[in-house]
């Protein structure tokens, strides 16, 4: 348990004065030495300093008095004593013996607190000072301010969450402020968001959704809603201004819309959909028989809200290759090294070939845990994206992401759709050296054809959306007789 010095005095005592100036000089030397000064006008000297001995049941008379006491609330005082034994106390915890000469104290000032408030105001115009000197070396902070559109959704409790965090550590580039905003959202319910918004819940039931509608009905009410937003970013938004999509609804066909409505750098609206491929890492762990802390994020592609493809045969991870020394054939039981680990990188091609049981075990681990594991997938999505973007930009980062089609991977598509990408030169730009799907089911030229009809569908297209869950059942085994 540390302990501090408390030291006591007249304004006007000299003798106070040597005593804080000796407690400063051991304080910058000594890193564990704490003291705290109390300077008590002439007038009211002698009735504090009454006060202070019958309370301790001392019986000091003059300038200065110093203690100490334990860094605890509640501590008893211990009595030290005036400015001389203050100087044994030091020779003898620190063995202290320089002596100050008497030059020293003549420019000291006569009140202690008028010679403190000088050094203070000479440190704060230093600090000016070097403030406004330029600096070569550092780089001017960046200051993002961060709104939240639609935040009476339960995914903006997470996400508000994670940009706290962010937003407290220390960085070049910092979140300076968080705006909310909700048009059907009533004021005591984003009082109540602002308040909980360091609070990770994730039991929520989610919000329920209409889906007797026709999908094209379902399309153009998303369209209307973007060209509401088109209007409110191009009235007063800042042509600067990033635009980050979580995987709610239709998001590819949402961002593509308002790509096409505002009048800011297309190439800043992007999609968040790697949560697609984190929220079932759990499931291909477990049927790889791989740790989830080996596996990086499976690749995502599609226009995500209406068709996707989670590509886990190209989905890389880490595997530890062991090599043996030619004397690990002749001697097992061996001191010496054996032979050598060498950390490789694979496809889970060939551990995920033959299974046909992944999708059934992720439909069912959905149906288990409802909305909320989804919404935490979605928010880390958002968060690490704001991250890589903002604040921490790496260009060797892949990452999926819903960008602009450049011909890349053979999608020839204008509009948003899932991809690797990566940020090189202040842009997202499809990482063309990632590898293609080799899903044997999906194909890419099927998922741009289905993206094409649904910016053409009309509010009448289509029927009802239908709630798919795949069979389950045992496939049964024939035997054929020999004759």
Not at 2 to 26: K, V
Not at 66 to 78: F, R
Not at 252 to 264: D, M
Not at 299 to 310: D, S
Request: aromatic residues 10%; hydrophobic residues 40%.
């Amino acid at each position: 348990m540390g302990f501090r010095i408390i030291i006591a005095g007249e304004s006007q005592c000299a003798a106070y004065a040597e005593t804080c100036l000796l407690a400063d000089y051991l304080s910058r030397n000594l890193p564990n030495f704490c003291y705290h000064c109390i300077e008590v006008p002439v007038m009211d000297w002698k009735t504090w300093l009454c006060k202070v001995n019958v309370k301790n049941k001392w019986h000091h008379m003059e300038s200065p008095i110093v203690w100490k006491e334990l860094l605890m609330k509640g501590s008893k005082a211990q009595y030290i004593g005036g400015a001389s034994d203050f100087l044994d106390y030091c020779y003898s915890y620190y063995n202290f013996d320089t002596l100050f000469s008497s030059e020293k104290y003549d420019g000291l000032l006569n009140n202690v607190l008028q010679f403190k408030r000088k050094l203070h105001i000479e440190e704060n115009l230093h600090i000016l000072d070097a403030d406004k000197r330029p600096t070569l070396d550092a780089p001017p902070q960046k200051k993002f301010v961060v709104t939240i559109s639609g935040a009476g959704h339960l995914l903006a409790m997470h996400l508000i969450s994670g940009l706290v965090d962010h937003a407290i550590m220390a960085s070049d580039n910092i979140i300076h402020k968080i705006y909310l905003y909700d048009q059907s959202c009533t004021p005591s319910f984003m009082n109540y968001i602002e308040k909980e918004c360091s609070y990770v819940q994730t039991d929520n039931p989610g919000r329920d959704i209409n889906k007797s509608k026709p999908m094209g009905a379902w399309l153009r009410q998303n369209r209307n809603k973007m060209k509401e937003l088109a209007l409110m970013i191009n009235a007063s938004g800042s042509r600067k201004m990033y635009i980050i999509f979580p995987n709610l609804g239709p998001a590819c066909y949402n961002a593509t819309i308002l790509r096409n409505s505002v009048n800011i750098n297309k190439n800043n609206i992007v999609v968040a959909t790697s949560d697609v491929g984190v929220e079932i890492l759990p499931v291909v762990a477990k049927v790889a028989q791989v740790p989830m802390r080996n596996i990086f994020c499976p690749p995502v592609w599609g226009f995500i809200g209406i068709n996707q493809l989670v590509d886990i045969q190209t989905t890389i991870h880490v595997y530890n290759s062991f090599n043996p020394y030619k004397r690990y054939a002749r001697v097992r039981h061996s001191s010496l090294n054996i032979g050598s680990i060498t950390p490789e990188t694979r496809l889970l091609d060939y551990l995920m070939h033959f299974d046909e049981t992944l999708w059934i075990k992720v439909a069912e681990m959905k149906e288990k845990f409802g909305h909320g594991q989804a919404r935490l997938s979605k928010a880390i999505a958002v968060i690490s994206l704001v991250n890589l973007w903002l604040l921490n930009p790496s260009p060797d980062h892949i990452v999926s992401l819903g960008i602009c089609c450049d011909g890349s991977f053979g999608l020839h598509f204008d509009g948003i759709f899932s991809q690797p990408a990566r940020f090189v030169d202040g842009r997202w730009k499809p990482a063309t050296d990632f590898l293609m799907p080799k899903d044997r089911q999906m194909k890419l030229p099927y998922l741009i054809d289905m993206a094409k009809l649904v910016m053409k569908m009309q509010p009448n297209d289509l029927p009802e959306i239908q709630q798919y869950y795949p069979c389950i059942c045992k496939k049964k085994n024939y035997k054929i007789k020999e004759k």
